[in-house]
């Protein structure tokens, strides 16, 4: 048994210096070495009751994972996460860890929790680095399924349905699978190397993706279903963006945050010589506090922009992003203008923006959600100056596939009525998970509604056979 | 990979392709469009499916070349394939009813405008079809109007050929004439679908345009095909791209239309450079 490490703080992530990393589009955390992955994981105390795993959306045995990376069976530890996860090299990246598996762990109460996430990104790395066995395709069980969308609930529900033996086709409606991992989440945040990778295991064990395939529109769920597949699985997101109905968000310069993600990691235009036009803004005002909204920060800076403001009608306390990005984002000289809310954005003669008319905001009582309400502080107007605006404020599902597909019903925000947890939809054979049925949600969870449905699907078609 | 069957050209900058989607074809109706991007890290780029055959699995894209996209598409041979091909993608045009139509073709609008032409006239219909270009070296598909219109007015700007005038002219003639229109549907530039708007206004009739702002994915998931549609914000590639012509706030739309004006030019030049070099 290895000597237990009682350091009461975590490991810290070599990063890039922030006035380098905000020049630049390689990822920002560098990872841990073995050294510092094994020092770590001998902070966790293994706890019986497995605080940490009960916060972990798909239950990964967290204390059994470190426990193996404390006795440096690297591989040993990819085997327990392979059993909950299917992207772990996503997840030990993007996850809110603090307020999951990290928020519980013990080690938290007086000092640092273990950094699991950390860790689960350390292990997924190593594993993709030394593993030679190439991936085996299962036999098939002659069943086929199709999956609308490759984002990581399609993903998952196609990995783990292959692996069962059944015939498995992913329809993407873009030109490159990933989903949000690819077209949404920064270059700097998430390598695209990696997400590449999963995709060509996914195709090694014999998933068949289809880009550039709109259902809906192309084929519709009934002509899945008379192609012979006894299941379809919806994993199309949450992609439609909202705009805030304040004048002049159709000037020229005012971005959704999906546009703006979109021509910078999907289309490249953050590398010279693409083909992707984007606008390089000296001045950009983000308006939102998600993950998005950090995301597309970053991004503008990173595209040369001197000042990049999160305008934020909230407080700093209540900004929904992850810590870490926030953190990050502040190192990089992100300005922070939370308490303000936009009320109208204004144009030049020809159409530009030329600034952003703001109003203060204060915190009144709480409301349903729990969080405190902002309200404006009268007479607290004034004009920030900025030539881009990019509104990072949500997204809701794409209406496409229930308005083509009969029997499939949607609750008052569009998204996709499950029956339970499993994801069985109110159609018949029709199977659906992530951010198309809870709205904008995370990628642990779209994962784990894939991996739900994966087996409710086998279960669903091994009934009727 | 979608193959190009067969190429042609039509006018100095306006080529023709047939391409092999076999789905795409089985799909597709008139007013819809598909994005293509011409090869791995190309732009995305919407053109309207001008025809389709749905035994053959082909599909006829008719483009103008203005820039990058275009030109790197113009690249490519018979024989050769374009990398992606996404489609069928937007609103069919709406036809059912429709018992006499004007139908207006500007430029290489009309490509677009003659799909809806054929579909009619195969109804029942009765069409007027009126197209201009700016001179006799840029008309298109004359004869193809010809055949699915029960009257064609073609007009340039120059008078080199047809009539001299622009399609405002024409229409605003035939509806003095008597003609009774249950529509009119307009698709060219965007200054063009405004005076004919305009122009329908003061007669009352109902005016469908089809609009082509700047697009990147087609499914709605961006906006940056917004556009403002009686005080609406729309997405034109799920929504449209065909909208009541009476209500789109088409100064914005011009506007909008110039945003990578600068970033083009450059590109444009580029491809340019580039194609010299190739042909040197
Ligand atoms: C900028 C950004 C940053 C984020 N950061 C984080 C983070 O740090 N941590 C975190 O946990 N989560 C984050 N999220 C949220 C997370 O990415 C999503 O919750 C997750 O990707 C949802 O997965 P999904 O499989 O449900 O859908 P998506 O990832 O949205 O994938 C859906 C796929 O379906 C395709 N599709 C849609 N309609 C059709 C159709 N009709 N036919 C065929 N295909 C279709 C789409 O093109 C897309 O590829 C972020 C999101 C964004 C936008
Ligand atoms: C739904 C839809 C259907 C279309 N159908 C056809 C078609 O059938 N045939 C055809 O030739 N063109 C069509 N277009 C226009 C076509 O998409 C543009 O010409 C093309 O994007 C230009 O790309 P480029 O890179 O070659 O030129 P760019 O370098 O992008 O542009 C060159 C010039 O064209 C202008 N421009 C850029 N994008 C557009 C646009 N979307 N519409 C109008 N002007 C633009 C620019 O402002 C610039 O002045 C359609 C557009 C839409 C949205
Ligand atoms: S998947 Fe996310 S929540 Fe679960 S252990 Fe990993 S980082 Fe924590
Ligand atoms: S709660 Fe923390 S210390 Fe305890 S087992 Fe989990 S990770 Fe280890
Ligand atoms: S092109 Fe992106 S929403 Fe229309």
């Given at each position: 048994m290895a000597e237990r490490n009682m350091s009461m703080e975590k490991c810290p992530m070599p990063v890039q210096d922030p006035d380098v990393r905000n020049k630049n589009f390689d990822e920002v955390a560098l990872g841990y070495t073995y050294e510092m992955a094994v020092n770590e994981a001998r902070r966790c105390l293994n706890c019986k009751n497995k605080p940490c795993t009960s916060a972990c959306p798909v239950q990964i045995d967290i204390p059994a994972f470190i426990e193996r990376v404390a006795n440096e069976d690297i591989e040993g530890a990819y085997e327990v996460l392979s059993k909950q996860t299917s992207l772990p090299a996503v997840c030990g990246r993007v996850c809110p860890q603090e307020n999951q598996c990290e928020g519980k762990c013990v080690r938290g109460i007086k000092g640092e929790a273990v950094g699991i996430g950390r860790l689960e990104r350390f292990v997924a790395d190593y594993h993709r680095e030394h593993c030679t066995e190439a991936p085996v395709k299962p036999e098939s069980n002659g069943h086929k399924v199709a999956v609308i969308g490759a984002g990581p609930s399609g993903l998952t529900v196609a990995g783990d349905l292959a692996k069962m033996g059944y015939e498995v086709t992913i329809y993407e409606a873009l030109h490159l699978a990933g989903g949000v991992l690819v077209y949404g989440i920064p270059e700097f945040r998430l390598p695209k190397s990696i997400v590449q990778k999963e995709i060509d295991n996914l195709k090694a064990i014999g998933v068949d993706v289809q880009t550039n395939m709109v259902i809906g529109r192309i084929l519709t769920i009934d002509e899945l279903f008379e192609m012979g597949n006894e299941a379809v699985f919806v994993g199309s997101g949450a992609g439609l963006p909202r705009f805030m109905n304040i004048p002049g968000e159709s000037l020229k310069g005012v971005y959704s945050a999906n546009e703006f993600l979109t021509r910078i990691n999907l289309m490249k235009a953050y590398k010279e010589d693409s083909k992707t036009p984007i606008q390089h803004a000296k001045k950009v005002a983000v308006v939102g506090g998600g993950n998005v909204a950090m995301d597309a920060a970053r991004s503008a800076k990173r595209l040369g922009a001197e000042e990049v403001y999160i305008v934020y009608r909230r407080g700093m306390e209540e900004l929904p992003a992850r810590k870490e990005e926030v953190e990050h984002a502040e190192e990089e000289g992100i300005i922070f203008k939370t308490l303000n809310n936009p009320l109208e954005i204004l144009g030049d003669e020809d159409g530009m923006v030329c600034g952003m008319k703001c109003i203060e905001m204060e915190l009144g009582e709480p409301d349903e959600s729990g969080r405190r309400r902002p309200v404006a502080k009268e007479g607290s107007e004034f004009v920030l100056d900025v030539d881009s605006v990019i509104m990072a404020i949500g997204t809701s599902p794409n209406p496409l596939i229930r308005s083509t597909t009969p029997g499939l019903e949607t609750n008052n925000r569009g998204c996709l009525i499950t029956k339970?947890?499993?994801?069985?939809?109110?159609?018949?054979?029709v199977y659906a998970g992530g951010d198309a049925v809870t709205g904008a949600a995370t990628v642990i969870l779209a994962m784990g509604a894939g991996k739900a449905a994966a087996k409710s699907i086998d279960e669903y078609i091994k009934s009727k056979n | 990979m979608y193959k190009i069957v067969k190429k042609e050209s039509l006018n100095p900058t306006v080529s023709k392709m047939v391409i092999e989607a076999p789905l795409i074809a089985k799909k597709a109706e008139p007013g819809q469009f598909i994005i293509f991007r011409a090869k791995e890290d190309s732009e995305r780029v919407p053109l309207t499916i001008s025809d389709f055959d749905r035994e053959a699995g082909t599909v006829t894209i008719i483009y103008q070349i203005v820039g990058g996209a275009t030109m790197e598409l113009d690249t490519l041979k018979e024989g050769e394939s374009l990398h992606d091909f996404v489609g069928p993608l937007g609103v069919p045009t709406h036809t059912e009813g429709l018992k006499k139509v004007a139908v207006i073709g500007g430029g290489v609008g009309s490509a677009i405008a003659y799909p809806v032409t054929k579909k009619l006239h195969k109804m029942g219909a009765e069409v007027h079809a009126i197209v201009g270009f700016r001179n006799k070296d840029l008309v298109i598909l004359e004869d193809e109007f010809k055949n699915a219109s029960d009257k064609f007015v073609m007009m340039t700007d120059d008078g080199s050929y047809g009539e001299k005038g622009l399609v405002t002219d024409a229409l605003e003639k035939l509806i003095n004439e008597g003609n009774d229109y249950d529509e009119v549907i307009a698709i060219g530039p965007l200054i063009m679908m405004k005076f004919v708007c305009l122009t329908t206004k003061k007669y009352d009739i109902k005016t469908v345009v089809s609009m082509n702002p700047i697009m990147i994915d087609g499914t709605g998931m961006c906006g940056g095909c917004r556009l403002t549609v009686g005080g609406e914000t729309k997405f034109a590639c799920v929504d449209g791209p065909d909208f009541d012509g009476h209500l789109v706030d088409f100064d914005e739309a011009m506007h909008r239309g110039t945003m990578y004006k600068d970033f083009e030019t450059k590109a444009r030049e580029a491809s340019c450079n580039l194609l010299k070099g190739a042909n040197a």
């Open positions: 339970d947890e499993n994801g069985q939809t109110t159609r018949e054979g | -």
